[in-house]
């Protein structure tokens, strides 16, 4: 459940559960308070998301680097991209709306996990790769009540 003030709204994790031990690949939703730094959003498929956030469209060429060896490693990169990377582009609407959190972003370690964003829900009820995820109705209302410095906290 994400609450902020009286909103509470429910939340899907990631397919392992959460952890306070977060590495690359593990498909967990790591245990912090992790600052919002921003929105992205698909301009084609919704309308600018109304927030005090630094919000941004998504370009079909936006990828997000998550080879830990590289330089770039859990930052934006520009498509086509050599080293591991996902696609931000993508076919089905998960990524329609995706506010990047920091994790492991300001201060970054190699391995300790990448992409960890706050984004929309599947039709079904499947978890995530070990993001947190709402509907778009929730993100609308949680988007419309965030401000610069807020922090999503998952907690164990």
């Given at each position: 459940m994400?609450?902020l003030?009286a909103?509470?709204?429910?939340?899907?994790?990631?397919?392992?559960?959460?952890?306070?031990?977060?590495?690359?690949?593990?498909?967990?939703?790591?245990?912090?308070?992790?600052?919002?730094?921003?929105?992205?959003?698909?301009?084609?498929?919704?309308?600018?998301?109304?927030?005090?956030?630094?919000?941004?469209?998504?370009?079909?060429d936006?990828?997000?680097?998550d080879?830990?060896?590289?330089g770039?490693y859990?930052?934006?990169?520009r498509?086509?991209?050599?080293?591991?990377?996902?696609a931000?582009?993508r076919?089905?609407?998960?990524?329609?709306?995706v506010?990047?959190?920091?994790?492991?972003?300001?201060?970054?370690?190699?391995?300790?996990?990448?992409?960890i964003?706050f984004?929309l829900?599947?039709?079904?009820?499947?978890p995530?790769?070990g993001?947190?995820?709402?509907?778009?109705?929730?993100?609308?209302r949680?988007?419309?009540?965030?401000?610069?410095?807020?922090?999503?906290?998952?907690r164990?």
């Open positions: 994400i609450r003030g909103l509470a709204v429910p939340c899907r994790l990631g397919r392992t559960g959460i952890t306070r031990f977060k590495r690359e690949g593990d498909g967990a939703t790591p245990v912090a308070a992790m600052r919002v730094l921003a929105v992205l959003y698909r301009a084609d498929r919704i309308a600018r998301p109304a927030t005090r956030l630094p919000v941004r469209a998504l370009r079909r936006d990828g997000w680097c080879a830990p060896d590289d770039r859990n930052r934006p990169v498509l086509p991209f050599a080293p591991s990377h996902e931000l582009w076919d089905d609407s998960v990524y329609d709306v506010v990047v959190l920091d994790w492991n972003v300001t201060r970054r370690s190699q391995m300790r996990g990448s992409a964003f984004h829900t599947r039709p079904d009820p499947a995530t790769a993001c947190v995820a709402v509907t778009l109705p929730a993100m609308r949680l988007l419309a009540r965030l401000r610069p410095g807020a922090v999503l906290a998952v164990g």
